[in-house]
């Protein structure tokens, strides 16, 4: 059960949207916010700061105190950015990746499907070059200025992003069962029934060979 979490995430204190640079998301400052993605992403990503900051302008546009389930639709960086500064993650299922290979995210109401999708707009990046560059992958990693990039990240304010309404699909907002639990007849290990007579991996879905021991 989601309460405390749910309604601080969803009445966060950031500016208003468009005003200027942007100075906090959240309760976070920049020199916060790097900290913190640097401890969970292991850099201080620029995908992750943008995700973050997108993220903050969209939760201001949910009701307050509303339940939120969130998509991705890139695996790229944003879900992480998610997964900081909202309760959603892939481990409760409340985040999901739709990877359509678009840096953009929905927050919607779980119940409704009622929600805000948010995405870094290409055609509003005139006069952030560098942030152009990367995003659109103009310039090699090596020939990109990280500093500059971060400081067009901040300085470009909310103006960047593009905010529209969507209705969720009703299929996604279904809770996923896992169903009956069986134990597989060929590895013995568990899995869910509805996946067929044994396991996945015993059908062939394989990631991993087991190296025969010297
Ligand atoms: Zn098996």
Known sequence: MRTDMDVKAATSSSALPGT??????GTYTREELAARISAFHGTAAPGVVIGCIMIDLAMQQL?????????CETADCLP?????ITPCTI???WLKIINLGRFAVSLYDKYSG??????LDPCKLQGWDELRCWFLKIKPKHDQDSDLLHTQIW??????????PVQIDACYLKKQSKGPVGICAQCGEAYPLK?????LWCQGHTHYTTPALS
Request: aromatic share 6%; glycine share 14%; with cysteine.
């Open 114 to 119: 009622q929600g805000v999708r948010v995405f």
């Open 155 to 164: 300085a470009a304010g909310r103006d960047i992003y593009t905010l529209h």
């Open 195 to 199: 996946d067929g007579a044994t396991c």
């Open 20 to 25: 200027g640079p942007v100075e906090r998301v």
């Open 63 to 71: 009701p307050e105190g509303i339940l939120f389930d969130a998509i």
């Open 91 to 93: 481990g409760n299922k």
């Open 80 to 84: 992480d950015a998610v997964q900081l």
